[in-house]
């Protein structure tokens, strides 16, 4: 295994967690998600925007994703951690996939969501407004994109390990030069 971390990233329904924690246990490696451990560490992610607003969650989630980025194993960020500047430049250390899911996809998994930036009377709209304003940043971060939208989990799942794995071979023979 290569001593980077493989990173996942995308907005919020694509399923960083589930495809995440799946790629981790094919390939025999830990998992961790930066929106489990902010919740872990400092209570639930709504009552944190609830309490201290975005800007106070955003410095927390910065501070898991540097935590994240320096171990082994898959890493999924929560949607917006790429917003911040240190950690697109921390990406650029790491192999990143990109998740993506399309719009009438997500409505189903975002239903009676408590997803703090998508509360309000039309949380598509919300997913909609925060995917326009992320979605070049995660084009430009991503080494491999991966659509969400149709298909077998189990299918995602292998595709991502395949590519994981051609990495950390490259990674490997590059390593040995």
């Known amino acids: 295994m290569s001593g980077r971390a493989v990173v996942l990233i995308g ?3 694509a399923g960083k967690t589930s495809i995440g924690r799946k790629t981790a246990r094919a390939l ?3 998992f961790t998600d930066t929106d489990i451990s902010v919740a872990r560490d400092h209570g639930r992610i709504s009552e944190i925007f609830a309490a201290h607003g975005e800007p106070r969650f955003r410095e927390l ?3 898991a994703v540097e935590a994240a980025l320096t171990s082994e194993g898959i890493v999924a960020l929560g ?10 430049a921390d990406l650029a250390g790491h192999p990143v996939v ?11 998994r975002i239903q009676g969501t408590s997803r703090p930036l998508l509360q ?3 949380a ?3 997913w909609r407004r925060v995917m326009a304003e992320r979605e070049g940043i995660y084009a430009e971060l991503a080494d491999m994109t991966v659509d969400t939208s149709t298909g077998h989990i189990r299918d995602i799942v292998e595709r991502v390990v395949a590519w994981v794995q051609e990495q950390w071979a490259r990674d490997a023979r590059e390593g040995s030069k």
Do not use: F, N, Q, Y
Request: glycine letters at 14%.
């Open 11 to 13: 907005p919020m329904g």
């Open 79 to 88: 949607g917006g951690a790429v917003l911040h500047p240190d950690t697109r």
């Open 28 to 30: 025999h490696v830990p």
């Open 98 to 108: 990109l998740l993506t899911v399309d719009p009438r996809t997500v409505a189903g």
């Open 124 to 126: 598509m709209e919300s």
């Open 120 to 122: 309000g009377k039309d």
């Open 61 to 63: 989630e910065r501070e």
